[in-house]
């Protein structure tokens, strides 16, 4: 059995605001050893529960904030940015059984400790076929596509509502409290520990690799918060504006096309973006 973890960090434990998850910053210093914690335990409690491999594909800013060190002598980590598939490198060579979404967040317009959808700040709604996406549920998409499941989910208890919508056998794992966007109610990491390796140890039991599901197309729509960033993310072929001024939207025939195309105009809206005025 292989497991392939994709770890972010803002719903990590301890993690409240911006300076626990930017590279650079002593509180994401601090934060590092947390976020990694969530990830050892969650590779524990795999190979508990009968796992051979895990892999962990950083999936937060820069891709390199785990401590390598610190985790299970077992686990293999994908450490780096520019990859195929971004969040869910990983799953797409055939051998995955079954996928956990570590330290995860709810989506950018939504209540949630650092709701964002892959943007920060500029993104102020993703919809998917109509329906509010968060990174989960645009990831869970994608590897459907894979035939793999989603098993284990872990961020802030309304990341978990948020994950009973797109994975509802999953198991969830809730390591702080929302109060406010950047407030939160914590466990330590002793306790978040414990709780996410038994919930990873019975995760290993859904790992079971399905038929891909063929759901396109898929239409995504994206709601900026500045004129010139619609403007901006019209330069990737195939989107278009309407809905508004701030809006874009473009349809895929795969979810896969459709989280390149999305990783595309974030990339090039995130260019367009100038200090203080946005």
Known sequence: MKILISADMEGATGVTWPADVLP???????????????????????????????????AHWSMRNLLLERLDERVQMLTGRHKSLSMVEGVQHGDVDGIAFIGYHTGAGAEGVLAHTYLANQ???????????????LNAHVVAEYGVPVVLVT????????????????????????????????????????????AAKEAAALAVRHEPVRGGPFAMELEFDAEHLAAAATVVPGVTRGGGERRVGYTSETMYEAIRTFKAVTTIVSAAVEEQYG
């Open 123 to 137: 993104l102020t709604g993703v919809w998917l076929n109509g329906v509010r996406a968060s990174e989960g549920l």
């Open 24 to 58: 650079g910053h002593p509180q994401w210093e601090r934060c590092r050893a947390m976020f990694t914690s969530d990830v050892n335990a969650a590779a524990l409690g795999f190979f508990d529960g009968g796992a051979d491999e895990v892999l962990v594909n950083e």
């Open 155 to 198: 961020g802030d208890d309304l990341t978990c509502v948020d994950a009973q919508g797109y994975a509802p056998d999953s198991r969830k794992v809730a390591v702080k409290d929302h109060v406010s966007r950047y407030a939160a109610v914590c466990r330590t990491p002793t306790r978040t520990a414990a709780d996410i390796r038994a």
